[in-house]
Nanobody
Framework: QLQASGGGLVQPGGSLRLSCAAS????????MGWYRQAPGKQRELVAS???????NYGDSVKGRFTISRDNTKNAVYLQMNSLKPEDTAVYYC?????????WGQGTQVTVSS
C-alpha cells in the first residue's frame, strides 16, 4: 500500500531524492514521515510533515534534508543533500490515516566512496 523508491549508492556529498506513494486504499492522510534504520541500530525519525504542513527533522539531518508532500498524489518526498556515510541505512516511509499507521517496504541508501 506504500511504495518507496529512490534509494541507491551515492558518494559522500552527493544527493538523492526518495519518493513514497500511498495506494488509493489509503486516504485522508494526516501524518507522513521518513524513518531510517542502520545495521545494529534502532529505527529513528528522519523527518515528518503533518497534515497542516508543519515539519520536523532529526537533529542529524537538519539543514541537509527536506521533506515535502503532494496531497493530490498521496505522496511524500525526501530530498537528501550533502549526504554522509553515517546516513547509510534502510529508509522507510510511514503515514497515518484515520489513526492507522502504514509502513513502506524500505529503500536502501548507501553513502560510500
Amino acid at each position: 500500500q506504500l511504495q518507496a523508491s529512490g534509494g541507491g549508492l551515492v558518494q559522500p556529498g552527493g544527493s538523492l531524492r526518495l519518493s513514497c506513494a500511498a495506494s488509493g486504499s489509503i486516504f485522508r492522510i494526516d501524518y507522513m514521515g521518513w524513518y531510517r534504520q542502520a545495521p545494529g541500530k534502532q529505527r529513528e525519525l528522519v523527518a515528518s510533515v503533518a497534515g497542516g504542513g508543519s515539519t520536523n527533522y532529526g537533529d542529524s539531518v537538519k539543514g541537509r534534508f527536506t521533506i515535502s508532500r503532494d496531497n493530490t498524489k498521496n505522496a511524500v518526498y525526501l530530498q537528501m543533500n550533502s549526504l554522509k556515510p553515517e546516513d547509510t541505512a534502510v529508509y522507510y516511509c510511514n503515514v497515518v490515516s484515520m489513526l492507522r499507521g502504514y509502513w513502506g517496504q524500505g529503500t536502501q541508501v548507501t553513502v560510500s566512496s
